[in-house]
């Protein structure tokens, strides 16, 4: 719906121009001559628009609000350009990173920079925004953009957002404020990099201590990925009632690799809300 009338304005804007030059043949040809043409010039214009409107177009299949997390299918590999990178916040103090934390008890999807309540939040890259949204238990007030180099980047815990959906952006405009809105203690940017709908380490590809890229750019492998995925721990919220051997028997391991992941043994007494690991 949101897609559809954005494109058929661009369109019309777009398509003025070449429909008044293309009249002069038009008026020259019979009128089922003049039908056809206006048609397919109209038809040309909106599928050109339509190629050139969206960004990575070769990796995402549709433009959509809907969700933050938007998979699309991964390339075998795939060269994601950062030159043009601009930092999203000049503050440098990583308070978390990417990855499993037993803490939690599953994955945190993304870094965590401190900055201050109205520090400035820069686009990291060219691209466009897709998502301007407010989640209270858990993004807060967040962006998502997605850039022409094929990654979209996820801003989250803003106080404010100072871009609109579908709005096209530079790198280093400055898309938000920093706060500590939705599931959040304390003031601190939430950056994610997702490529296809999937979240990448963005270690992987910026360093924010040193405030830059890796360098020009990163070749994503889908096995190298799906191999690192593969190897990362995983946790187990212990529910009343539960002891190893139920645990074990649900996650499909043994008791014994629960003994070896965890330091425990057959004495070890466990509590409801503990993070056991299974892989
Ligand atoms: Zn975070």
């Given at each position: 719906m949101r897609k559809s009338l954005f494109f058929i304005f661009a369109a019309l804007s777009i398509g003025t121009a070449r429909v008044q030059a293309q009249d002069i043949l038009a008026a020259q040809s019979p009128l089922d001559?003049?039908?056809?043409?206006?048609?397919?010039?109209a038809l040309r214009d909106m599928l050109l628009n339509e190629e050139n409107m969206f960004p990575a177009q070769e990796l995402y299949s549709e433009?959509?609000?809907?969700?933050?997390?938007?998979?699309?299918?991964?390339?075998?590999?795939?060269?994601?350009?950062?030159?043009?990178?601009?930092m999203p916040t000049t503050n440098t103090r990583?308070?978390?990173?990417?990855?499993?934390?037993?803490?939690?008890?599953?994955?945190?999807?993304?870094?965590?920079?401190?900055?201050?309540?109205?520090?400035?939040?820069?686009?990291?890259?060219?691209?466009?925004?897709?998502?301007t949204s407010y989640q209270r238990r858990g993004y807060g007030h967040y962006v998502v953009i997605r850039h022409n180099n094929g990654l979209e980047t996820v801003y989250a815990h803003l106080s404010k957002k100072l871009v609109i959906e579908e709005q096209n952006v530079k790198a280093g405009q400055p898309i938000g404020l920093g706060g500590n809105t939705g599931r959040s203690t304390g003031s601190?940017?939430?950056?994610?990099?997702?490529?296809?709908?999937?979240?990448?380490?963005?270690?992987?590809?910026?360093?924010f201590e040193k405030q830059d890229v890796t360098g020009d750019f990163y070749m994503f492998r889908k096995k190298q990925y799906k191999a690192a995925i593969a190897g990362e721990p995983k946790y187990h919220k212990v529910r009343s009632g539960e002891n190893l051997?139920?645990?074990?028997?649900?996650?499909?391991?043994?008791?014994?690799?629960?003994?070896?992941l965890n330091k425990m043994n057959s004495r070890t007494i466990i509590r409801p809300g503990q993070s056991i690991r299974y892989q």
């Open positions: 001559k003049q039908m056809e043409l206006v048609d397919s010039i433009w959509s609000n809907q969700s933050v997390r938007f998979k699309s299918e991964m390339p075998d590999s795939f060269r994601i350009d950062l030159t043009g990178f601009v990583i308070t978390d990173v990417f990855g499993y934390r037993r803490r939690r008890g599953r994955r945190h999807n993304g870094l965590d920079i401190k900055v201050q309540k109205g520090d400035t939040i820069y686009a990291a890259f060219d691209g466009k925004v897709r998502i601190h940017l939430h950056f994610e990099t997702l490529f296809c709908g999937t979240p990448l380490n963005p270690a992987l590809m910026f360093d051997s139920v645990i074990a028997r649900k996650r499909g391991v043994s008791v014994n690799t629960l003994y070896r």
